[in-house]
């Protein structure tokens, strides 16, 4: 049963590639694809790039073109939620799209003609990666904090959006308007819903873990290239490593 991982940037797949046995790319759709077996398990690397359409056209072409039948996406998101900090794991229980909006055709927030606006990750696959994410991160050493603290891992409802939310009042508007709705989100990012809708037209199960690189404010904002690159990439390596190490 082949395994997708999909990533909105290279650095957030960082060196698996290299991992892989009989690795092989393959161009299609105007993207690269890695192939191969990684830890006995059958994988396709993918890049979705960045925003809600690039990422459901990977998604896409991952299920039609490659066959794959379980997607995990793995990169960095803002925090809104409490108590969610930088260098923290957020494991995706579901997707709800905070930029859409079709009022008063329909509820906001809700995607028209599907009847809901949440999109849950798949409960089987989310168990096993909330499970991998706190031994990876165990593993990986704690590697950032800015509150000397041990990072976090956090399970929760993830808010994408084709928007990078980064100022406070931006952030506490939508966290405002998410909850008049009755969503209450650990974190902001620009792929996962698409992902999720997409996975849910098909029946692919899909689950999401983020490195939380930023509070989606003013506060603690940290070098964004040198904390992909030195932090996320560690730990969705360590991570992924115990997730496909645990699929059967």
């Not at 055709?105 to 028209?112: A, G, I, M, N, S």
């Not at 040198?226 to 115990?242: C, K, N």
């Amino acid at each position: 049963m082949s395994l997708a991982i999909l990533s909105a940037l290279a650095e957030e797949q960082q060196g698996i590639f290299e991992q892989l046995q009989q690795p092989r790319r393959v161009l299609h759709a105007g993207r690269e694809f890695g192939m191969g077996i990684w830890h006995g398990q059958t994988v396709v690397l993918a890049l979705s790039r960045i925003g809600k359409v690039a990422a459901a056209t990977t998604a896409t072409a991952l299920i039609e073109k490659f066959g794959v039948q379980r997607i995990v996406f793995t990169g960095v998101a803002g925090g809104v939620g409490e108590g969610v900090q930088v260098g923290d794991v957020v494991v995706a229980s579901g997707f709800v799209q905070h930029d859409m909006d079709a009022a008063p055709l329909f509820p906001t927030f809700e995607v028209p003609l599907y009847g809901r606006a949440r999109f849950d990750c798949d409960s089987a696959l989310t168990a096993m990666l909330l499970e991998a994410a706190r031994a990876g991160v165990s593993s990986a050493g704690g590697l950032f904090s800015l509150h000397q603290r041990a990072p976090q891992v956090h399970c929760g409802l993830v808010a994408s959006g084709d928007r990078f939310v980064s100022a406070a009042t931006e952030a506490q508007r939508l966290q405002a308007a998410l909850r008049a709705g009755g969503f209450d989100a650990l974190a902001v990012e620009m792929e996962g819903a698409a992902v999720a809708q997409v996975c849910h037209d098909y029946g692919i199960p899909f689950a999401v873990v983020r490195t939380i690189s930023d509070r989606a404010d003013d506060t603690a904002h940290v070098d964004f290239p040198t904390f992909v690159s030195t932090v996320a990439s560690r730990y969705a390596q360590a991570i992924l490593t115990e997730f496909v190490q645990r699929l059967g």
